[in-house]
């Protein structure tokens, strides 16, 4: 079990003489054995530098952190043998093919040379990069080098394993195949934090999960509990054809946000039949070239959330920018 208690950290701005980030703002969370937590947030809100307390890179202001017990913040080296990582910046990978960076880490980590190779085989054949095992780190497109950090973590998994945006550059096909791997290790006994910002495919991937925002929990709690009083709410959709503006809302239209090319209405589920005639009119009329219907998603309670947040911090602390913010790497 891993436990997070009213971590705070705050950076002062180089800058900006006086001025400081509160990265993280008293972040209480929980994550099992067995179970895919993710940290849900934009850029800047925190999540990283949530992790990378957790795995000891950087001290928090206040609070702890707990691993079975053992504090890791009192023991920071304890925290780096027992997570394993791959973190959000790409890892240079030149001068080492596939094969060679995975073996490295395995070993490294302290597994045997043929338990490595073999789990090394099986990561390789689940995410389907084989064809560019022996292939040079540097001729290796960033959607195959992300694979292949994500081998790195996962190849002797510690008792917590951390993806922080693994899935960018990653093509759709491999990013399904990404996901079944994530879940294995869960299956395998594994912590695994997932950082990320996007909403729908981590609706999909996570047991539960805590939106940041402004380094605070906004909401935590499975993605059923986060949606719950929504069940009869439906999105709506629509694409609008060039040049067109965003039509008035219909009358059953509970909320309505157009956004440049695209307009979304959320309904109740007892006007769908209307919702989908008011499309097709649309589309009939041309004003709309596509639209779709579809419950409504964590992205809605995310979205939500996040204003609310903006709404009700009229001097919001300022998020940290990557000069200002002291760097950290991870082997």
Known sequence: MLEIQDIRKTYRRRFRRGAEVRANDGIN?????????GLLGHNGAGKTTLVNQVIGLLRPDSGTIQLDGVDLVADPGYARQACSIQPQAQLPLDGLSPRQAIDLLGQMRGARKADV????????????????????????????????????????????????????DVDP????????A????????????????????AEGAVDRLAVIDGG???????PAQLKA???????LDLTLEPGQAAPPAAAFVR?????????????????????????????SS????????????????????????????PDPAPAASSEELPSARAA
């Open 286 to 313: 041309r004003v709309v070239g596509e639209f779709s219907l579809t419950p409504a998603s964590l992205e809605d309670v995310y979205v939500e959330l996040v204003s609310r947040s903006a709404a009700d911090s």
């Open 117 to 168: 190779q073999a789990r090394r085989d099986q990561l390789i054949e689940t995410l389907d990069i084989g064809e560019w095992l022996d292939t040079d780190g540097d001729k290796l497109s960033g959607g195959v080098k992300r694979l292949v950090t994500f081998a790195m973590a996962a190849v002797v998994p510690g008792r917590v394993v951390i993806f922080d945006e693994p899935t960018n």
């Open 182 to 201: 994530v879940r294995a290790l869960a299956d395998e006994g594994s912590t695994v934090l997932l950082v990320t910002h996007n909403v729908i495919e």
């Open 29 to 37: 969370l929980r994550a099992d054995s067995g179970q895919v937590y």
């Open 255 to 283: 909320r309505y946000q157009p956004n440049g090319s695209r307009a979304q209405a959320i309904v109740e589920a007892s006007q769908a039949a209307a919702a989908i005639d008011w499309a097709q009119a649309l589309r």
């Open 229 to 235: 009083g929504r069940e009869h709410e439906l999105r």
């Open 173 to 180: 096909v491999r990013r399904r195949l990404l996901w079944d």
């Open 216 to 222: 605070r929990v906004m909401a935590e709690g499975t």
